[in-house]
Each structure stands twice: as structure tokens, then as C-alpha cells.
């Protein structure tokens, strides 16, 4: 997310464009006001299920205390609520007379992790992960999400006289493994209930709060998960010349495979490999038998996507064959698609978040990260992605000056969210988008 950093270095002050006021339809100062005061007074009950969320963060598809928490502030606000859509995620649902259906998604998974922020409310839960006992950190901020969501349906209900259709918020597991969209949508997301006219999400980043930015067209990026196994011979490290050695074979693959990148890949299109766990062998005298890699691949284009992966399973051979080894084991798995931000309900949108936000509301580059939000475009849901920023605009200048320390990103152990400017943030633009369309869909477009 460093691509960030240049946009908002370029001026921090507050300004809001009052020019655009003409071309919003709706109330949004009036609106914004209104919003600002509720998050205000609802704000300690955010902040301690906030707090709640982020110290007993759950892992993908074991979300069951985090969903059953999400369940009952729907409940208590007026929501019907279906629980156990595609294994944990939860369907809320608030009709309001005749108009829209608006989905508003959260996902409910956290990271196996350990985190290090030293937070007063920071995890030190462990749970059991590919068989490995692993900690457990809300190091990608869907803590952020999920109290932003329960904000932003408190200020919709509170709002209902601005609005009518149907609010269809929707708490998703399984995020981070890309599985969780395609298990709701398995089980009958747009089929037991309606299929949404319009839907949002948003996810924060390593920029300063109060920020928003957002794009029309490609929002993230294509996602394959890389396995591969490297089959050797095993025996004893002195005697070298009796094995065949899937370690070095691992090794020099790990590097080889970034020539795919730097040499055969168009360097103006994006593509990146990066191998993110390895595992063989047990002591430090035994070469083992095979040795795991596994990485994920992130494209845009899927011309890009077929020579980058065309190239790695070809390196992969190659390192093997170097050592007169067996031909690997490869297997790439297709994950999250491209997000496709729909260019009608982002230009809705974005007339009422530039009076709102100002100068704090920018387009941004495409995201490298990928995101199974993709699924529900995909099924035919005119959407908007957006992110919100999480740190002091100060730690930020100065990190990005040199004068201070590098802010840690999502999916860093020390990644920590300054939570009341960063939640606030989240309901005002997540209610602010969700009244866009329903104004929008009243005036008959
Ligand atoms: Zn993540
Ligand atoms: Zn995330």
C-alpha cells in the first residue's frame, strides 16, 4: 500500500470542496453533520466491541464468538439475522419500506500471527493452524471493518427517514484464504435472500485517518496461491554426493523465479511472486527426503497471469532438473479475482464523499493485495471498494520525509490502527455511500 504515500504527501490541510455542494442531491453537509453526532455518542460502545474483537481474533472459517458478537448488535438494532451462511458468516437484514437492496460487507477473519504492537488490548490468543499450534492478530484491521459496519447500520437505522429500500448487511469468513465470498455465495446468498442492487466494502491501510481513497475500474489485484514440493534423496549432510538435495533445489528456485518478474514479464504491467513459507527437513546434518515451498502470485492482467505462471512451473522444473531430481509437485491454485469497482455507483458516490471528505477523499492507484469481494461483483453486484487510512497524518509525513520510523502495514505484527479517528471515519463514508445510492435509485436513475 506504499503507493499511497506520494498522493497524501502532497498537501494534508482540511479542505473541503464546497463548489461540489451543487451537484450532490442530497443534504451532505446536513448529513454528514447528523452522522458525526451519532458515531460520537455510540462511540464507547464501538470502542469496547472494537477492543473486544481485536484481543480474541479468530482464524478463517472459525469465526463462531466473532459472528455470534456481530449477531447480537444486529439484532439489538432492529436487523433480521441469518446465522451460518457459508460455515460462519452472517446475512442482517432491515427493510425499510420500498427501494433498493444495498449490501454492506465485513469480513470476520483474522491473521495466524503473532502480534506486537504491546497494545493494552493487543492478542495473545493461539489457536491450531495447518496442524502447527500458531497465534492469532487482527494484523490486517477486519476488527476495523466489522465495528465501522455495526457503526454504519446504527446510523442508518437512526437515519431511516432518509432513505427506503433494503439494507442487506453481510459479515463474511474466510477473507484472507479467498474462500469465504464463493462459501456464501454457495450457500445461497443470492438466492435464500435478495440479491443486492447495489453492494460496498472497504478495508483500511496504511495512511493517515480521516483519508479515504477509492477508483473506478480494476480496485485490487488477481490472486494464485503456489505450492510446490521438491523431491530429493535424503541422507547425511557430510556425505552430500549420495543425496539429491531439495533444499538448494528450494533455494535456488526462490531466487530463479524472480527472473520470471524482472526478465520475461512486461515491466510496466504489474505481476509479483513472493514465496511466503518453506519447510523441509528436521536437524542440522540430515538432508531431507523433500522440502515444501509456499507463495501466492498477484497479476492485473491475465495475459500477465498466464506467462508469469508459465514461467514459475517452468523454473520450478528447471531447479529440479539441475540436481537430476524427480520433476516437483506444482500446484497453483486460482484465489481471489480482480475487484472491478462498477464506474455508475462509484460517480454516485463520489459527488456526496467529495463534499464530505474535501481534499481527504482521493483516487488511488490499483491495490496489490487481492480480495474475494471480487466474488460478489462478479455474481452481478454493481459495486464500490474503498479504503480508509488508519495512522496520525504527522507519524505519516514524517515517515515518508525520512524523519520517522516506516509505518507498519496491513500484515505486519506491529500494524496498529488508531481506532476512534479510523472507525469514525469508516461509518461516516460507508453510511455516506449507502445514502449515495439510495438517493440515486429515488430520483429514478
Ligand atoms: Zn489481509
Ligand atoms: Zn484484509
Not at 191 to 198: A, E, H, L, V, Y
Not at 205 to 234: E, M, Q, T, W
Request: aromatic letters at 8%; charged letters at 20%.
Amino acid at each position: 500500500m506504499k503507493h499511497f504515500a506520494k498522493p497524501f504527501l502532497v498537501s494534508a490541510a482540511l479542505c473541503v470542496a464546497t463548489s461540489l455542494t451543487a451537484h450532490a442531491e442530497i443534504d451532505v453537509i446536513g448529513l454528514k453533520a447528523a452522522i458525526e453526532t451519532s458515531v460520537e455518542a455510540d462511540y464507547p460502545k464501538l470502542d469496547a466491541l472494537y477492543k473486544e474483537i481485536h484481543a480474541h481474533p479468530e482464524l478463517a472459517f472459525e469465526e463462531v464468538k466473532t459472528a455470534a458478537r456481530l449477531a447480537a448488535e444486529m439484532r439489538a438494532l432492529g436487523f433480521e439475522v441469518t446465522e451460518k451462511v457459508g460455515k460462519t458468516g452472517l446475512v442482517a437484514i432491515y427493510k425499510n419500506g420500498d427501494g433498493p437492496t444495498i449490501m454492506v460487507r465485513t469480513e470476520l477473519d483474522a491473521l495466524p500471527m503473532e502480534e506486537k504492537t504491546g497494545l493494552a488490548y493487543a492478542s495473545h490468543d493461539k489457536t491450531t493452524w495447518n496442524g502447527r499450534e500458531t497465534f492469532v492478530a487482527h494484523s490486517c484491521g477486519h476488527d476495523i471493518h466489522m465495528t465501522s459496519w455495526v457503526g454504519t447500520a446504527k446510523t442508518l437505522v437512526g437515519l431511516k427517514d432518509q432513505w427506503h429500500g433494503t439494507l442487506m448487511f453481510i459479515a463474511q469468513p474466510a477473507e484472507e484464504i479467498g474462500a469465504g465470498a464463493k462459501a456464501m455465495l454457495a450457500d445461497g446468498l443470492f438466492t435464500r435472500f435478495k440479491k443486492p442492487d447495489f453492494g460496498f466494502a472497504l478495508h483500511d491501510g496504511p495512511f493517515p485517518y480521516g483519508y479515504v481513497s477509492y477508483r473506478a475500474g480494476i480496485g485490487s489485484s488477481n490472486s494464485d496461491s503456489l505450492f510446490i514440493k521438491f523431491h530429493g534423496r535424503g541422507g547425511h549432510g557430510a556425505a552430500p554426493q549420495r543425496t539429491i538435495d531439495p533444499v538448494m533445489i528450494a533455494a535456488r528456485f526462490i531466487v530463479d523465479v524472480q527472473s520470471v518478474i524482472s526478465r520475461e514479464k512486461d515491466p510496466t504491467e504489474f505481476g509479483v511472486v513472493s514465496i511466503g513459507a518453506i519447510h523441509g527437513g528436521t536437524a542440522e546434518n540430515i538432508i531431507p527426503d523433500d522440502a515444501l515451498l509456499f507463495g501466492t502470485i498477484r497479476t492485473f492482467k491475465p495475459e500477465v497471469r498466464a506467462k508469469m505462471l508459465a514461467g514459475i512451473e517452468r523454473t520450478a522444473k528447471a531447479a529440479a532438473a539441475m540436481s537430476d531430481a524427480p520433476a516437483p509437485d506444482i500446484k497453483i491454485t486460482e484465489g481471489a479475482k480482480a475487484v472491478m469497482n462498477d464506474p455508475a455507483v462509484v460517480a454516485t458516490a463520489e459527488k456526496v464523499l467529495k463534499v464530505a471528505f474535501g481534499d481527504k477523499f482521493r483516487t488511488s492507484p490499483p491495490g496489490t493485495p487481492s480480495e474475494d469481494f471480487s466474488e460478489f461483483i462478479n455474481a452481478g453486484v454493481p459495486s464500490m471498494f474503498f479504503n480508509i487510512g488508519v495512522y496520525e497524518l504527522e507519524r505519516f509525513v514524517a515517515a515518508n520525509n525520512g524523519t520517522g520510523p516506516e509505518l507498519p502495514s496491513n500484515h505486519s505484527p506491529l500494524f496498529a490502527p488508531v481506532p476512534k479517528p479510523t472507525i469514525e471515519t469508516g461509518v461516516k463514508a460507508m453510511t455516506l455511500a449507502v445514502l449515495s445510492a439510495f438517493d440515486q435509485h429515488a430520483r429514478g436513475k
